[in-house]
């Protein structure tokens, strides 16, 4: 299974002949369920280095796990440098950006982080980095800022904290499909259910539960469980 996912994760970064390289990404509800997949899906990341952007969480009224990211990236031989994005100069989200292997985002306001990847010119930096095929984690809010419309995530989210959006929703489109975490989850659940159900027929919205995640790997897209899940069903 490794040997195959290191053949993947090297055909996924190589340029396709065109100087355009496969997308990596894997986008989940929570981390730490399905971290434990990444090898499966990627290959080894010994020796990689990341860059942890936790700036949703800043207005979350959630406590959030940043801590427990760093520690589930160290065990995969990640090593994680935290890039607070509202703070920091545009130089330095630059450098770190482009100096990492891993560009991972976490959870918390999905509007606030909108607003400050926009305003500091962070969505473009993670654009980029995308397209050289380099791996986006994105979590929680992180995974709903990937798509190309965050609108649909209000009912679970408050939209007044990225007022600087002025009505501007759109994502950062580095991916066709709209995660919609937390579903079953105790205290987003049920906002989860409601957006279901209402649908929105201009977004191709994938449920998550918290341990579940998207993997993306260039044209191929498919949703995986945390290895507990597959040793109940057994």
């Given at each position: 299974?490794?040997?195959?996912?290191?053949?993947?994760?090297?055909?996924?970064?190589?340029?396709?002949?065109?100087?355009?390289?496969?997308?990596?990404?894997?986008?989940?509800?929570?981390?730490?369920?399905?971290?434990?997949?990444?090898?499966?899906?990627?290959?080894?990341?010994?020796?990689?280095?990341?860059?942890?952007?936790?700036?949703?969480?800043?207005?979350?009224?959630?406590?959030?796990?940043?801590?427990?990211?760093?520690?589930?990236?160290a065990r995969l031989g990640v090593t994680t440098q935290e890039l607070e994005i509202s703070s920091a100069s545009h130089s330095e989200i630059a450098?770190?950006?482009?100096?990492?292997?891993?560009?991972?985002?976490?959870?918390?306001?999905?509007?606030?982080?909108?607003?400050?990847?926009?305003?500091?010119?962070?969505?473009?930096?993670?654009?980029?980095?995308?397209?050289?095929?380099?791996?986006?984690?994105?979590?929680?809010?992180?995974?709903?800022?990937?798509?190309?419309?965050?609108?649909?995530?209000?009912?679970?989210?408050?939209?007044?904290?990225?007022?600087?959006?002025?009505?501007?929703?759109?994502?950062?489109?580095?991916?066709?499909?709209?995660?919609?975490?937390h579903c079953g989850d105790i205290l987003f659940g049920k906002a989860a259910q409601r957006i279901l159900a209402r649908g929105d027929a201009r977004?191709?919205?994938?449920?998550?539960?918290?341990?579940?995640?998207?993997?993306?790997?260039?044209?191929?897209?498919?949703?995986?469980?945390?290895?507990?899940?597959?040793?109940?069903?057994?």
């Amino acid at each position: 299974m490794e040997q195959l996912a290191n053949i993947v994760r090297g055909r996924a970064e190589r340029s396709d002949g065109e100087g355009v390289h496969m997308k990596n990404l894997f986008l989940a509800s929570r981390f730490f369920p399905v971290a434990g997949r990444l090898p499966d899906l990627f290959g080894s990341l010994e020796g990689r280095r990341a860059v942890l952007i936790p700036t949703a969480g800043i207005v979350s009224r959630v406590k959030l796990p940043v801590g427990l990211h760093v520690k589930e990236l160290a065990r995969l031989g990640v090593t994680t440098q935290e890039l607070e994005i509202s703070s920091a100069s545009h130089s330095e989200i630059a450098q770190a950006i482009r100096a990492a292997d891993i560009v991972f985002v976490s959870g918390g306001n999905t509007f606030f982080l909108l607003q400050e990847l926009k305003r500091s010119g962070a969505d473009r930096l993670i654009a980029e980095h995308v397209a050289q095929g380099k791996l986006y984690i994105g979590i929680s809010a992180g995974a709903v800022a990937a798509g190309p419309d965050i609108e649909y995530i209000k009912p679970m989210d408050d939209h007044r904290k990225g007022a600087g959006l002025r009505g501007d929703f759109a994502g950062l489109d580095l991916v066709a499909l709209s995660v919609m975490p937390h579903c079953g989850d105790i205290l987003f659940g049920k906002a989860a259910q409601r957006i279901l159900a209402r649908g929105d027929a201009r977004l191709d919205l994938r449920a998550l539960t918290n341990r579940q995640a998207i993997a993306v790997r260039g044209a191929q897209t498919s949703t995986v469980a945390s290895r507990a899940h597959y040793r109940r069903q057994a």
